[in-house]
Structures are given as structure tokens and as C-alpha cells.
T-cell receptor
Framework: AQRVTQPEKLLSVFKGAPVELKCNYS??????LFWYVQYSRQRLQLLLR??SRESIKGFTADLNKGETSFHLKKPFAQEEDSAMYYC????????????FGKGTLLTVNP | DGGITQSPKYLFRKEGQNVTLSCEQN?????MYWYRQDPGQGLRLIYY???????QKGDIAEGYSVSREKKESFPLTVTSAQKNPTAFYLC????????????FGQGTRLTVV
């Protein structure tokens, strides 16, 4: 079974502070991991994927297979980062089932 | 205007009635998904489909049914067997290949009274 766990429902930080949104996963094979974001009144959209090793809007995420984690980090949070963040997992090959965590609501205070 | 469209945005039904939610995409995507979004529950997968005439149950398929007769369409029927049908429903599509991005619709809020 594949499972994604986001332990924090809510996370509140001040502008300029570092932020880390936690994500742990359970999957028997080689996973593909993603972070999706939903800003207020907007559609859910892709933020980044682990295979790309990219930084999007200052966010990065590293896949740690030993700890089965894919935490999302940003060194200096901005108010516009306030949104709902979802970690997601799919398998490779023929397993295209896309599973999401429960999400973390990030609030960045001025 | 390319994308994925869900209709209607709001839907009201009486208890005991079946209701069908529409999801259409013109992105030429093979894979399509239906999720249910409830507060504190995140996105829970109802059904998904990789190809026309094929679909798989997700984690909470009971009380729901789908069809995939056309590549661009993946309607979801909420049957009277679904015990808590009032929810926000999201449809998504992707190419279905490795590390592919899923594109989401605007969602349909179903209220059963």
C-alpha cells in the first residue's frame, strides 16, 4: 500500500523565518514524490517534483529514502507563501495511482 | 482554451438520488482521477483511469461509480449508497507517464439534503 503522511495540519511562521513542511511516505518500490500547493481561490497546482531537483519560488525538497521523507523547505518565508500544501506520491512504471497526504495549511504572518 | 473542466460548480441533490459529476479535459491526457476533499482529510482518491474503458478503484470507491468511454471524459456518479456524499470533488488528469504533473479542475461542491 502507498501512503503519505503530513503530520502537521497547521503551521504558522513569521515573514522571513525558515519554514519546513514535513512529509513521510510508505511505498514498497521506487516512489515519485511531489509537492502541490493550493492558494486561496485557486486550483491545486504542482509546486515541485523530486526528480527535477529544482527550486521553485524558493522552495526545495529532498528525497531521503532512508527516512522515507520528502520535506519541503524554504529559508525565508514570504506572506504570499500562505497556502495549503499537499505532498503526493505515485509509483513508477504501470502504477500511476497518485496518492495525497492530508495537507498542511501554512500561514506566514507579517 | 485548454484545460480540465468540471461542471457544475455547485450541485444540490436530495438524499437517495444518484448524481453525476462531469469532468472533461482537452489536454490529450491518458490518465484521469477523481478525489474527494474534506476538511482535515486532504485529497482521498475515489477512482482513477489510465486508458479508455479501464479504471481502478481508489481508496474510497464505495458508493461511487465511473466510466471512461472517451479519452477526454471521466464522469463520476455518486450513488445513494454513499453514506456521506456531501463534499468537494476534484477531478485531475495527467499524461500518466513517469513524474508527470497532474492538472486539476476547479472542483464541484455537492450538497445532499
Amino acid at each position: 500500500a502507498q501512503r503519505v503522511t503530513q503530520p502537521e495540519k497547521l503551521l504558522s511562521v513569521f515573514k522571513g523565518a525558515p519554514v519546513e513542511l514535513k512529509c513521510n511516505y510508505s511505498y514498497s518500490g521506487s516512489p515519485e514524490l511531489f509537492w502541490y500547493v493550493q492558494y486561496s481561490r485557486q486550483r491545486l497546482q504542482l509546486l515541485l517534483r523530486h526528480i527535477s531537483r529544482e527550486s521553485i519560488k524558493g522552495f526545495t525538497a529532498d528525497l531521503n529514502k532512508g527516512e522515507t521523507s520528502f520535506h519541503l523547505k524554504k529559508p525565508f518565508a514570504q506572506e504570499e507563501d500562505s497556502a495549503m500544501y499537499y505532498c503526493a506520491l505515485s509509483g513508477r512504471g504501470s502504477n500511476y495511482k497518485l496518492t495525497f497526504g492530508k495537507g498542511t495549511l501554512l500561514t506566514v504572518n507579517p | 482554451d485548454g484545460g480540465i473542466t468540471q461542471s457544475p460548480k455547485y450541485l444540490f441533490r436530495k438524499e437517495g438520488q444518484n448524481v453525476t459529476l462531469s469532468c472533461e479535459q482537452n489536454l490529450n491526457h491518458d490518465a484521469m482521477y477523481w478525489y474527494r476533499q474534506d476538511p482535515g482529510q486532504g485529497l482521498r482518491l475515489i477512482y482513477y483511469s489510465q486508458i479508455v474503458n479501464d479504471f481502478q478503484k481508489g481508496d474510497i470507491a464505495e458508493g461511487y461509480s465511473v466510466s471512461r468511454e472517451k479519452k477526454e471524459s471521466f464522469p463520476l456518479t455518486v450513488t445513494s449508497a454513499q453514506k456521506n456524499p456531501t463534499a468537494f470533488y476534484l477531478c485531475a488528469s495527467s499524461t500518466g507517464t513517469a513524474n508527470t504533473e497532474a492538472f486539476f479542475g476547479q472542483g464541484t461542491r455537492l450538497t445532499v439534503v
